[in-house]
């Protein structure tokens, strides 16, 4: 069955089906419904040298599929051999090749295969795309096997399902081990007005979250600390009980990706310490400092993290009600930032939780990448900084006694 219509970028991965490159792009219909474009793609870098018909050849008879194009490197013309693997780890193809062929240059190795395909194809994610294809019906989502996407500027993103959480780990001395301390409470709260706490057994917890999760089916997952500390720890703590974290779509556990951040399949991953890190505003990265900095007006039962489980054994209400509080905090944070994620996103062209934890200098490179393949600008490495040791300043050993007419000079 033919497709034709406009839906909303959401995420974009690169799968293997059988071996086979695959770009999958999450995206949303104006009623929400979940799609997924499905489309071929070979992952590829460009080869330039002076020999170029002889690399030409030997790539050939290596059956490694080449094309010869025209590209430029900083606006002067040059011949190129776009190299095709079909490999998710293009930078090992890469390296590989260089050791047997000499004299040549490599470029854009090193650009995430899924990211490179949106440059190629100057899609945008939190955008528009305009898919031609073969309509699959596939419970619970539909498929499309696309022959043709094109971005849609200025489209809204439909009524996206968000989910906030927030969870507590017991732990007697120090900060929270997640192979000695086990969870005791995550809280819930969702963009419908569900609020759910869950708390007793560990495993229970657990299973009860994961239930949710498939419940609700979140296109947002909104955490505080979820990249640095949370994903990572539930996936721990899951497995301790024989369980897995498939709190990705198509039953898929999280897994860590670029900048630090956890890729959870199908869904965004939104982790507000990561916006709160670029404040310099903010002295103290705590929730609680970040929700003033937003000027949103909410009250904290606030308990520190060192005086949890003390405070867990005597008054658990009160830990309880700071948890809810916390989730309930990070959807109000959700709403109020959400348009300028989003336009963020669109504008660099980064998905919208992988915007968040990358620096301002990756989110300009990126929208910079677009640009550059426009003009059939090949995209240069990036520079390699030998790391040079700080060799301190001067140290003037004191001399024992009293002294008097002391000069102090401080840097």
Known sequence: MKFIGDLWLLDVALELEE???FIWLWCKDKDGKTHIIKQAYSPSFYIISDKIRDIHESLRSQRIRVEEVDRKIRGRDVKALRTYVDVEDVESAAKKITRTLKHIEIFEED???SIKYLI???????GGVRVLGELIEHDPFKIIEAEKVEYIPDMISPLLRVLSFDT???SKSGSPQPERDPVIIISITTLRGAKIQLVGDEKEI??????II???DPDVIVGFSSNRIHWNYLVERARKHGLKLTVGRLSSEPHTSIHGHVSIRGRLNIDLEDMARDIPELTVETLEEFVNYLGLQYN???VEDWEIAETWEENPEKIKRYSLQR???????YEALIDYIFSLSELTGMPADYVLTASTGFRVENYLMYLAVKKNELIPKKPEIPHIRYLGGLVKSPKPGLHKDVVVVDF
């Open 19 to 21: 071996g086979n490159p």
């Open 111 to 113: 650009i995430r295969p």
């Open 120 to 126: 190629e194809n100057g899609l945008k994610p939190s």
């Open 168 to 170: 507590v780990y017991y």
């Open 206 to 211: 657990l299973q009860k979250f994961l239930e």
């Open 214 to 216: 498939e419940d609700e």
């Open 300 to 302: 904290f039962d606030t």
């Open 327 to 333: 989730a309930e905090a990070l959807l109000k944070c």
